[in-house]
Every structure is written in C-alpha cells, then in structure tokens.
C-alpha cells in the first residue's frame, strides 16, 4: 500500500492571487445583482415639451420642441403631432417622427407654421411609437 504524499502548503503568492480573484468576482457578482434589483424595466414613458422661444422668418414661425424618454425600454418610430387651433378650429397641423429615443434620451426639433402660434392654442403631443 502507498503512503500518501503530504500536500505541499500554500504559497504567499498563491494565497494573494486567490484574494484578488475572489475579490474581483465578488465585485462582479455584486454589480450585477445591483443591476438587477435597481432595474425599472418601464415602457417607454415619452413627454414632449415646447420650447419659449418662437421665430418668425420669412413670414413662417418655428416652434421648437423637446422630446425625453424616462422610460427604460428604446422607443422606436415615436410619431409626434402638433395642432394649431384659432377659434376652436384646427388651422394647422405638423408631425415630426423621431426613428428611435433610447432610455433617457432627448431629442429635439421644430415644427413651422405659416400662422402665428401665438393668436392661437397650439396642442403639442406624441401620437405614438412602437416596440424594437
């Protein structure tokens, strides 16, 4: 019968790069549960603003606007409308697409009326979007 050979012990250098590796998957393990807990996992939730400052140029008027996502999902084909009402009339109508607006993303853009947006209301809205 053989006798079993005594296993040799530990370097000092085995032993640190056993700390440093368990602690790198520690980190690891720890940021992706982090992750996963703080995670929203929201549609798209799409607000769109305008701006203040309205330009008139060559007899048209700019409106600017701002489109955010605070959602957590890419909204994608985000379909925005904007309606020019003088006298509970819609005279106006403008639409914008935006191809896609990632978590967190701002997009911005203009619509341009041959009417003063000012003698009237002007409604601003996302008409909608779609899944990627």
């Given at each position: 019968?053989?006798?079993?050979?005594?296993k040799p012990e530990r370097s000092f250098a085995?032993?640190?790069?056993?700390?440093i590796s368990l602690s790198i998957l520690v980190v690891v393990i720890g940021l992706?549960?982090?992750m996963w807990l703080n995670e929203k996992n929201q549609p798209p939730i799409l607000s769109v603003h305008k701006k203040q400052t309205i330009r008139e140029i060559d007899g048209n008027f700019y409106v600017p606007f701002e489109i955010v996502n605070t959602g957590s999902e890419t909204a994608e084909s985000v379909q925005i409308i904007a309606e020019l009402q003088i006298a509970d009339k819609v005279v106006e109508t403008g639409e914008q697409q935006i191809d896609f607006l990632s978590d967190g993303e701002k997009e911005e853009g203009a619509f341009i009326f041959s009417q003063n947006p000012l003698q009237g209301q002007l409604i601003v809205r996302v008409a909608s979007y779609k899944l990627p």
């Open positions: 019968m053989m006798e079993a050979e005594p085995e032993w640190i790069t056993f700390g992706v549960g982090y």
